[in-house]
């Protein structure tokens, strides 16, 4: 059985609230945080199966992000995803939030994440299937 593994581009929007606005009337760090969860999140339930949803969850292991510009109020954003390499129970996922009119990187992120068996709520070792659809790689190393 030949396995296609894939490192497509995945995209959500996002609009900046008055909820995500911090001290200095921007969007606050953490928020940026939040968005990287969320879009990461969507990334996985739109391409896994719902038997891979009812079996596997995601926990963060280690969160990366460089912040490079600012996003204010009413801002229209672009969350973009896509997978890395993986080894063994750690797959890489990188994540940059875009300003929608210009394209401007307004925030990079890098994150490992393990998979959960939600049964038993401990990390756990996935089939193939999953690791074609969120590894860049090949194979597990």
């Known amino acids: 059985m030949s396995t296609t593994f894939t490192t497509t581009i995945f995209e959500q929007p996002i609009t900046v609230s008055p909820d995500d606005i911090d001290f200095f009337e921007h969007v606050n760090n953490v928020v940026y945080l939040r968005w990287v969860q969320e879009i990461s999140t969507s990334h996985w339930c739109e391409l896994a199966s719902e038997e891979q949803r009812e079996a596997i969850g995601w926990v963060v292991v280690r969160h990366e992000i460089d912040y490079l510009?600012?996003?204010?109020?009413?801002?229209?954003?672009?969350?973009?995803?896509?997978?890395?390499?993986?080894?063994?129970?750690?797959?890489?996922?990188?994540?940059?939030?875009?300003?929608?009119?210009?394209?401007?990187?307004?925030?990079?992120?890098?994150?490992?994440?393990?998979?959960?068996?939600?049964?038993?709520?401990?990390?756990?070792?996935?089939?193939?299937?999953?690791?074609?659809?969120?590894?860049?790689?090949?194979q597990p190393a």
Request: aromatic share 8%; proline share 4%.
């Open 69 to 138: 510009a600012s996003a204010k109020l009413d801002d229209e954003l672009i969350g973009r995803t896509w997978v890395g390499t993986a080894r063994k129970n750690l797959f890489e996922r990188h994540v940059e939030i875009l300003r929608a009119r210009d394209q401007k990187v307004l925030a990079r992120a890098r994150s490992l994440w393990c998979p959960i068996d939600l049964r038993t709520h401990r990390p756990t070792r996935v089939g193939p299937d999953v690791y074609a659809l969120f590894s860049a790689a090949d």
